[in-house]
Every structure is written in C-alpha cells, then in structure tokens.
C-alpha cells in the first residue's frame, strides 16, 4: 500500500493498514541510528520547519535529529518566543511560513485542532507534533513501535493507560491507534481526570490503580501536570502519587512479571513513577525515545519523501 | 401612499387566518385583508402568487454591535441583513461598549436606529451596570428611555439575590428579564458541548446541566417575584423540561431556541471552524430532537437568532481563542423552512408564530398580526427559492455563519416595515 495523505493529523484518521505502514517504514529506517555515518539522502533539497508554539525539548529535538539523518534542510521555529510576542496571529505566522516554500510544517500547539486548522491553510504536508489535549500521533506510532518490538505482535495485547486521560493528547492518539490494531484498552485515573462519555471510545475505565494492572500487558503512565491541583481536579500531589504512584511494590503485587511500563516523557519521577520503576527491568521508557527518532523520520518520509517508492536507504 | 399586496397564501396566526388573500396597506397601517381586494388608485401592487404572506418577523436577541464595536457590525449594517433575512423588527443587546447600562446609550442606538434603521429596532437594557454582575444598572430610567427587556446577555447574573432584586425592581416596567442561563463556574474554559466528541477532541466542554442549573433557578426565582423571566437561547433537553414543568404549574416563564441549535449538533465541531463556537454550545442529537418538539408544541415560545456578528480576524484562528457567537439574521429563515418544515418537522403556520406573534406578544412588541390596524410590517416567504448559502453575500458586516455552503429551499422574498418595501 502507499501513503496518499498530505498531512498527518490524527491517528482517528487512519486506518489498521496505513498505521502498518507508519510503522513499518519507521522499522526500517531504525537501523541508520546505528551507522557510523548517519545520514541517507532520502529528503535531500526538502525543507522542514518545526513550528513549534509550546515549549517542547524532546520532540523538537527528535524530529530536528529524524529531518537531518535523512538530509533534509530543518528550521526550527520558536513561534512563543518570536512573532506571537509581536501580536501576530497564527494563521498570519503560518502564512508567512508557507510563502518560503517548505515542504513538511511540524506543529506543537497548546490548541486543539491548531494542526487541523494550518493543514487546511497550507498546501505543504503538515504533521501534528501535538495539538492542545487533541491528539500526538507520532508519540502513539512510536509506542505502538515499540510495543511490536517488545511483544512481537499487538493481537490481542492489553495496555492500561494510568493517570491525566483527560488533558492528555497521548492517551487520545494511544486509544485509537490501539483500538484499531486490535488492542484491549483500559483508562485509570481518578474520575475527575477521565474525561465523560470516554468508554465510547471502546475503551474500559478503572478506578483503582490495583485494576487496572492487573493482567495487562503493557502500563503507561501519564504525566500528571501541577496545575490540575488547583483547577480542584485532585486535592494534592501527594494523594495522587499515593494512590496512583507506580512503585516496585505495586508491580510486584499486582501487575505480571513480562509487563511493559511506558511513559510519553517528561517523568515526574516520585510522582506517576518511582525512580526504581522508571529506570527499571520494567521499564522501556527510553527504546519509546529512540524509536520516536525512527517514527519521525518515516513520518517525514512518506510526507516529503518519493511518495511510495521505498527505495530511501 | 399603498400597497396591494395580491394573491399570495395569507398566514396570520393572531387572527387564525391561512387562505389565499390580499393584503392592503394604506401609509403605515394594514387596513383590509381578504380576497381579491380592489386597488385603490395609485396603489403600488405586489404580485404574491405562491408566495406566503406573514405578519413581520421579529428577532428579540441580536447584537448590533453598536455602539464600540462598529467593526464587526452596525446599526445600518445589522438591520439591512436583517431586512434581507426576512425581519421587521429586531432587539439589540446590551453588551456594547459602553454597555447599555444607562440612558444616554439606550438614546443613542434608538437614535442610530431611526436614522440608519433599515427595520424596527428596540433596544435592550443591561441588568447590571458594566454587565459585571454586581450592582443595578438604573433600570427605572432605562425602561423609560425604551428598553423592552433587560439582560446581562452574554453573561449569566450569577449573583442570585441581585437577579431577584432586578425582577422585583422591573415589575412595574412590564419588561421581562432575559437569562443567559450558565453557570459560569461548571461552564468555566469551556468552548464546547461536554460529551463524547469534546472528549475525542480534547476541547473543554460545558456540561447540559451549567445551562440546566440556571434555568431551574431562574423559575424558581421568577416563581419567587412574579416576574416574566424569559430565557435566551435555550439549548438543552433538561431545560426543556423544566420550562415545560414550570409552565405547567403557572410560573411566567418563555424561552428561545436559535436556528442553529434546531439544525446542528457538537459533530459539526469536529472540523475546528470557529464558526460552531458559539454559547450556549451546540449540543447533541437528541437536545436537537427535544428542542424542535418544544418549539412545534409552545413550550418554546420563539425563535430568535442570537445574531453574533464578529470579525474575521476573531474566527479564523485557533478553536479555543476565537469568539464566541455566529450570525444568523441571513439565514435563519431559510434554514428553518428547508432543514425543519420541509421535511415535515415543524408545520409552517407554526413557524410563522413562532418568528412574528410569538415573539412579538413576549417582549409586548407591536406587530405579529395582520389584523386591520395593525402596524404594516409584513414578511413574504418564497418557499421554492433555491440558494445557497454564501458569506461574501452578506448585507451583515461579519460572514461568521455555521452554513457557508449549504443548499437551502425556500427563503424570505420580501420584507416590509411600516408599509414600505425594505428589502425584496
């Protein structure tokens, strides 16, 4: 099958096959991250700019490193720092943007839809490094790499995503692209962090941490921000991490001896995850960042790259 | 000076007339209506054959935007959409800047309005001075002044005991109070309707019950003073019950529906256009069922558009930054005869009520009838106008409408006010 889309929005969009072959191209062009010389011509003469309107190290950073291993011109753009200060709006920053002629646009966005919305104003591909609490579809392909790598297949895989569903455009992205690779996915958190109407996602919801690990395949945790302490979501960082804080002992209790823990990064190490859980046995926290490379270079080369040709190494 | 208007379907729901007939204006006044009417000498003469011919739309809840905001609407601007919409009246609300808190704004726009007025224009006062929610505005004087009604519209008075007080004190006015029914701590950061599509869109949304919680206060307290509270663009299954239960026991409350929360649902949020942001938000299938039943059996007691003009500079961003509101003056007609009569939903004599007496007889308005008499303010409906629905078209200053595109039949073919052809 070949890649059709200009863009890449959300993972709602996408279909079983098309997310195989994000993942597919992702896998093979993990290797160059080993060569000596890492660097292939694939995107030569394509330009990309990182339109980048949160602050964001890694995934600026992974997406910076996937554009120049494949030898394309990247441009970061700091769009808090610059124009915005100056009052210009963002569609008029993303049409500036679009008169120099670029050929793949990723955003990070604290809006909703901000992707969506510069997809439609501009005629070069556009890829979603994070819109609001929308989606992040590169963060679930490189999850779901990773789950592949680890498991060796998704059929029938259980994941539990534990924490902050409710602002969280990883846990969204997650969902679907689990949902239609044939997962089974529970949500826990405290009920003021899972968003209404959410088991109409086809997904199951648990209140307690203890059920939700139990028997699952793979637990990722999400971040949980500080200011949900003073929207009145939870009462303290410290009840939170209490009963929702994954420690050695919660796994060891609860959760089987195979089962993956995952976290999109940055940890709040001692809050969602205890520093032995994040850096140990358990733990793949850093395979999902270098597979994120991996994802993002795919993800540029299907976009920018001879559409469908696969000759790229 | 007159007008004959001939042959067309006459529906006057005031006077239980719906009949092929003539109507005929002498200066401002409608002075027979019946069949084949002889001209009178000199009479300017409307051929309404197959056309329908209704009392004056009235719109009770736009904004103008003037004065403060005169780039996103006017006065003139407003009421020329309006007239092309097929209205003969509309009242403007209070949050301009200033706000119409006090008489000499209420002067001005009734000023602007028999000026630059293309249609009849009321105004509508500010309950709260600065619309901040804390004190009286000097409503005695404002009634006085003309103001047909008061509200915060825009905001909700969330300060119980001061919204009564507004009602007791505006008793002997005879003006009602208009709701903007939300509970703005449940509906806080909110741009949308709460449910399963602001969960997959990541959007904040508002909870039905931040517009339920308020309705029920606010028949509890129109129950409490007496007074007529009339609630604005309702939205929401839970308070088309309590309206309904509330009207059952007697409690003098009405309410509004707006086209676009007749016709659409949170799924059209899911393109991130701004131009389905509005508040109350749109909400789901089964409020739009509700809703249409409560407008077809009197529960609701009008249509009224909350024409929301803002500029595009508003609208074209992100989702969470844009305003809130949309126009409708131009296509709340024909939206309405093509997405709710025409496939059988609403009959039209009903709609006919609902856009010209009904709101007319609320807010104690002249008009809403064809009797002999009667002010001439008259809509002709043509019911097989095909159109599609085109922003740059606008006779309104802002295009920010849910229905750019959108093929629609039937629509308004003539509006008269006052016994004078204001838009055809």
Redesign the interface.
Known sequence: MAWTRKDLLAM?DLDAAEITLLIDTAASLEEIATREIKKVPALRGKTIVNLFYEASTRTRTSFEIAGKWLSADVVNFSASGSSTAKGE???DTAKNIAAMSPDVVVVR?S????A??LARELKCGVVNAG?????HPTQALLDLLTIREKKGHFDGLHVAIVGDIA?S?VA?SNIHGMRKLGMTVTVAGPPTLI????Q??GVKVAYRLEDAIRDVDVIMMLRLQQERMTAGLIPSLREYSHYWGLTLDKLAEHARPDVLIMHPGPVNRGVELSPEVADGPYSVILDQVAKGVAVRMGVLFLLAGSRGSGDHA | MSLLVRNGRVIDPANQVDAIADVLIESTTITRVGPKLPAPEGAELVDATGKVVCPGFVDIHVHLREPGYEYKETVATGTRAAAAGGFAAVCTMANTQPVNDNRSITDYILEKARSEGRVRVYAIGAVTRGLRGEELAELAELAEAGCVAFSDDGKCVMNANLYRRAMEYTLPFGTPVISHAEDQHLSKGAAMN???V??????P?A?AAAEDVMVARDILLAELTGAHVHIAHLSTAGAVRLVREAKARGVKITAEVTPHHLTLTEEAVR??DANTKMSPPLRTKRDVEVLIEALADGTIDCVATDHAPHAL?EK??????AAFGVVGLETAVAVLLDRLVRPGLLSLPTLVTRMSRGPARLLNLPGGSLAAGAPADVTILDLDRELTVDPSKFHSKSRNTPFAGCALRGGPWMTIVNGKVVWR
Request: proline fraction near 7%; glycine fraction near 14%; hydrophobic fraction near 35%.
């Open positions: 709602r709006s963002f569609i966005h809006s909703a839809g901000a969506a919305i819109d609001g609490a929308h989606e602002h455009r969204r968003p209404p109407h959410v109409e996602l | 709460e449910g399963v602001s969960t997959e869109l990541g959007i949304g909870p393109a991130f500079s074209e961003g992100e989702f969470d930054h």
